[in-house]
C-alpha cells in the first residue's frame, strides 16, 4: 500500500506539473494585434497567443461608431472586446474600451498605445487626492486621469484602467463594484502599455482623449484645473463610458454600496465643466460637456 500510495502521488505531481506548464504556456505565449489605427494613432492589444478575437461587429449612430470582438479560448466564448470611437463637433475624439471576462479563466492583457516617440507628459496625479468621506457618497478612491501627452502632432489625454464586477443593489438594481483602478503607466521606446489581469466575471474599463490642438488655452489653467480637482473629488468625472461616467453611488447601511459606481443624470452632465467653461473656456471643458451630451443620447 505505502509503495502504490507513493506512485499515485508522483503520478499526481506530474501532471499537476504537465498543467502547470500547459496553462503558462498557454497564458505567457502572446501576440499582438492591431485594433486602432487612424490618422497616425494605433492602439494594438497584446494577449496570450490561445485567446483570439472574432471579426469586429459594426454599428454606428451621430457620433459613435462602435466595435465589438467576441474573444475565444480554444473555440470557447469567454467575452467580448468593445471599442467606441466617439468624434465630438469640436474635433475630438474619445476611445472608450471594455473588456468583458465572462469565462472561467483570468487573463493577462495589454493595451498598447504607439508612436509616442519624444512625448510631453503632464501628470494629473502630481500629489494624492483628497481622503476625505463625503457624508453621502463616502470616499471615492479613485485619481485624475493619468495625464495630458504631446506626441507627434497630437494631443492625448489618458483615462486610468478601472477593473470591476457587477453587484447587486436594492430594488433589483445593479452597480458596479471597484476592484481595482491604475493610474500609473510610463512611455517607453515610444509606447504606452497599459497592463492587466481580467479575472472571470469582471469588466475592464479606461479611455483616451484625442485632439489637434492642446486641451488647455495655456498652463496655468490647466495646473488650476488639476489641483482643484485633486481637492473636490466630486467635480472630476474620471471612470468614463460610452454611456456616461461611473460615478459613486450614495452608501448605505449595505456594505456593497462602499465602492459601488453607476450611472447619475446629475453628474453626468457635468455642472463643474460648464462652470469652469464659463470662466476658463478649454477645449477640455468643451469636450466634457459635448461627450455629455452624447452620452445622454
Known amino acids: 500500500m505505502e509503495i502504490l500510495f507513493r506512485k499515485l502521488m508522483i503520478l499526481f505531481f506530474v501532471v499537476f506539473f504537465m ?13 499582438e494585434e492591431t485594433v486602432y489605427d ?3 494613432v494605433i492602439i494594438a492589444i497584446k494577449k496570450p497567443t490561445f485567446v483570439t478575437f472574432g471579426e469586429p461587429e459594426i454599428t454606428e449612430d451621430t457620433t459613435d461608431r462602435t466595435a465589438v470582438r467576441n474573444m475565444t479560448f480554444v473555440g470557447l466564448d469567454i467575452g467580448t472586446y468593445t471599442m467606441t470611437e466617439r468624434t465630438l463637433e469640436n474635433g475630438v475624439t474619445i476611445l472608450f474600451d471594455e473588456l468583458h471576462n465572462s469565462g472561467w479563466l483570468p487573463v493577462a492583457i ?14 494629473w496625479n502630481p500629489r494624492p487626492v483628497s481622503s476625505e468621506a463625503d457624508d453621502v457618497f463616502g470616499e471615492d478612491p479613485t485619481s485624475n486621469p493619468f495625464g495630458t501627452i504631446s506626441a507627434g502632432g497630437k494631443h492625448y489625454l489618458q483615462g486610468n484602467l478601472y477593473v470591476s464586477r457587477i453587484i447587486p443593489q436594492g430594488n433589483d438594481g445593479q452597480a458596479y ?31 483616451l482623449m484625442i485632439a489637434d490642438e492642446p486641451f488647455f488655452e495655456n498652463e496655468e489653467t490647466e495646473d488650476e484645473w488639476i489641483d482643484f480637482s485633486l481637492g473636490n473629488r466630486y467635480q472630476q468625472l474620471n471612470w468614463l463610458t460610452p454611456d456616461g461616467p461611473l460615478v459613486k453611488l450614495p452608501i448605505t447601511d449595505d456594505p456593497r454600496t462602499q465602492l459601488a459606481y453607476d450611472y447619475i443624470d446629475e453628474r453626468t452632465a457635468d455642472p463643474a465643466s460648464q462652470e469652469w467653461n464659463e470662466t476658463s473656456p478649454s477645449l477640455y471643458f468643451e469636450t466634457m460637456l459635448l461627450n455629455a451630451e452624447a452620452s445622454q443620447e
Open 38 to 40: 487612424e490618422d497616425g
Open 177 to 207: 463594484e471597484l476592484r481595482t483602478e491604475n493610474p500609473n503607466f510610463t512611455i517607453e521606446e515610444g509606447m504606452l502599455e497599459k497592463s492587466f489581469w481580467l479575472l472571470p466575471k469582471h469588466f475592464l474599463h479606461t479611455w
Open 19 to 31: 498543467a502547470l506548464i500547459i496553462f503558462t504556456a498557454v497564458m505567457f505565449l502572446t501576440n
Open 110 to 123: 495589454t493595451l498598447i498605445h504607439q508612436e509616442l516617440e519624444d512625448a510631453e507628459i503632464k501628470s
